[in-house]
């Protein structure tokens, strides 16, 4: 097999390894003593068409960075992507497109800040959320899908990200469903596999048939829930087939200030590589309330990802002050002085990328 111009992942990842124990904060850990793994591919396989590839598919080896910016009050995609590098000192790999368009299918308004990130050098990262405002009479959105409701907005949808999008820029990040595996959604979507994977899949053919699929780089985007034997656990069963995934994306929050990142990913991300070893994993969103561990949590979660999980080839930061359920959470890379010196050492390792060049002709 032909490799990169660079050292394969596995002699990059020995040859850098950070000395040093798995970072706790109170939670027990599935495994006390963690190693490297050595099972990922060399390589993953090439995306067809003009999708978002794995990083070694540009001659680079390492993880992609990027953020989600919240509801600052420079809400350009420069503006937020200028702001993200002057707090974090490196440009993002990607950057989540502001979705809350709640109600429609797929956030129409998206495509000119799709645009705008693109020419910026950065990836753009699309989602298709589902809910509806607040007061609205409670729908079904999966069963709307299936129903054939939205077909002709998603059909409209996936001919303007291919006409006026993809065929210049090239490929994008997005998810549909996202969390689908918790009810955190009032039954809109969550734990209801079957019409999941159905209404998932519908919105897949449809941007097939519409040439979409070319430049769409679908990320299936389950909650990394750490419990075991609970309704949330089986995340397989939400799995809409190797047709309709081109990365593998996984959620995770520490809320309750106890839990560390191996915590709180490890299991899962081994037992989704072990199950789908030719899909590249993300963390698509994560993050942790500020507190006097978020430093440690940082430099855990980026010390982790390069040495433990080289099947994680993007790591995403929910970069936000926000409110959940469970209350307020701030998120933000730099709520504190500390957090954000702990942000800036970690991710100016070179194995932490920033701009990709995805849409230079491919090394392979």
């Known amino acids: 097999m032909k490799t990169s111009r660079n050292m394969t992942r596995r002699d990059f990842i020995k040859n850098s390894a950070i000395a040093g124990g798995v970072v706790t904060f109170g939670a027990p850990l599935f495994s006390s003593?963690?190693?490297?793994?050595?099972?990922?591919?060399?390589?993953?396989?090439?995306?067809?068409?003009?999708?978002?590839?794995?990083?070694?598919?540009?001659?680079?080896?390492?993880?992609m960075t990027g953020f989600w910016p919240g509801w600052q009050p420079n809400r350009t995609p420069y503006g937020n992507i200028k702001n993200y590098e002057e707090k974090a000192g490196k440009p993002p790999s990607i950057k989540f497109i502001r979705y809350q368009l709640t109600g429609i299918p797929i956030p129409f308004g998206a495509i000119d800040r799709m645009i705008e990130t693109a020419e910026n050098g950065t990836i753009p990262f699309v989602t298709y959320d589902g809910r509806?405002?607040?007061?609205?009479?409670?729908n079904n959105i999966l069963n709307e899908?299936?129903?054939?409701?939205?077909?002709?907005?998603?059909k409209r949808a996936a001919i303007r990200l291919r006409k006026a999008y993809g065929e210049k820029y090239g490929g994008?990040?997005?998810?549909?469903?996202r969390e689908m595996n918790i009810d955190s959604w009032g039954g809109l979507w969550g734990l209801q596999p079957k019409k999941f994977k159905k209404a998932y899949n519908h919105i897949g053919d449809i941007f097939d048939h519409e040439g979409a699929a070319e430049y769409a780089t679908f990320v299936w985007n389950p909650y990394s829930v750490y419990w075991?034997?609970?309704?949330y656990s089986n995340l397989e069963s939400y799995y809409p087939g190797d047709k309709y995934v081109d990365w593998i994306g996984l959620n995770a929050y520490n809320h309750n200030l106890s839990q560390s990142f191996q915590h709180?990913?490890?299991?899962?991300?081994?037992?989704?590589?072990?199950?789908?070893?030719?899909?590249?994993?993300?963390?698509?969103?994560?993050?942790i309330d500020e507190n006097p561990y978020?430093?440690?949590?940082?430099?855990?979660?980026?010390?982790r990802t390069k040495i433990d999980f080289p099947e994680v080839r993007a790591l995403l930061w929910w970069d936000e002050n926000w409110k959940s359920s469970l209350g307020g959470?701030?998120?933000?890379?730099?709520?504190?002085?500390?957090?954000?010196?702990?942000?800036?050492?970690?991710?100016?390792?070179?194995?932490?990328?920033?701009?990709?060049?995805?849409?230079?002709k491919l090394s392979l």
């Not at 509806?132 to 409670?138: C, E, L, S």
């Not at 994008?172 to 469903?177: D, E, Q, S």
């Not at 075991?228 to 309704?231: L, M, R």
């Not at 949590?297 to 010390?303: I, N, S």
Request: some cysteine.
């Open 228 to 231: 075991k034997g609970t309704k």
């Open 264 to 287: 709180m990913l490890g299991s899962n991300i081994r037992w989704l590589h072990k199950r789908h070893p030719n899909k590249p994993i993300m963390i698509a969103e994560y993050g």
């Open 145 to 154: 899908v299936l129903a054939g409701k939205h077909d002709r907005m998603i």
């Open 132 to 138: 509806y405002h607040v007061g609205q009479k409670k």
């Open 329 to 360: 959470v701030d998120s933000r890379i730099d709520s504190s002085e500390k957090a954000l010196a702990a942000f800036r050492v970690e991710i100016a390792d070179p194995y932490f990328l920033g701009t990709v060049p995805y849409r230079k």
């Open 33 to 63: 003593c963690v190693s490297t793994i050595d099972s990922a591919p060399d390589r993953y396989p090439k995306l067809p068409g003009h999708k978002i590839q794995s990083p070694e598919h540009y001659g680079i080896e390492g993880c």
């Open 294 to 303: 978020k430093a440690r949590f940082v430099k855990e979660a980026f010390e």
């Open 172 to 177: 994008f990040f997005i998810r549909f469903f």
